[in-house]
């Protein structure tokens, strides 16, 4: 009866410091502000062919002349990309279509890119479109910028 109890207690308290963890990073990320919720799909299929697979949901934070990319379901303290203002080139912005409505959050919208000749898809809200869109036209004079 004493095992059963202390086994239980220690997957209890393994569980907290689980979720501790995993509420500290997300703030840790969030500390230095410039924060906005975001989904991914890298290698995002051609246009059409969507469906709603593929998509990471994640956070992204403005670093300078980057936006870095971290899994929210991560215990990594590192972003998983990092993606260059000089070389991020919006191609399309759309509604989510089908699955995708499903995959995504509600007020999503699907920002198609290319970023160093890989297709990828950023969903976020209206609010986070407008602000990453004013990031990368509010580039350095000289440096290519290609908004749609």
Same mark, same amino acid.
């Given at each position: 009866m004493f095992l059963t109890l202390l086994v239980c207690g220690l997957v209890?308290?393994?569980v907290a410091a689980g979720l501790f963890v995993f509420g500290l990073r997300r703030r840790l990320i969030q500390r230095s502000g410039?924060?906005?919720d975001c989904s991914l799909r890298w290698?995002?299929?051609?246009?059409g062919d969507a469906g709603g697979k593929g998509w990471i949901y994640g956070v992204a934070r403005y670093n300078g002349d980057r936006v870095a990319w971290f899994r929210v379901f991560s215990y990594s303290p590192r972003p998983r990309r990092l993606l260059e203002r000089?070389?991020?080139e919006v191609t399309d912005r759309r509604l989510p279509e089908g %699955?995708?409505?499903l995959a995504l959050l509600s007020d999503a919208v699907v920002l198609g890119c290319l970023h160093r000749g890989t297709r990828l898809e950023l969903a976020m809200? %209206?609010?986070?479109?407008?602000?990453f869109l004013a990031w990368l036209e509010a580039a350095p004079p000289g440096q290519r910028v290609n908004v749609a």
């Open positions: 209890v308290v393994l410039g924060t906005f290698n995002a299929p051609p246009r000089s070389e991020i %699955e995708e409505e809200s %209206e609010d986070a479109l407008t602000g």
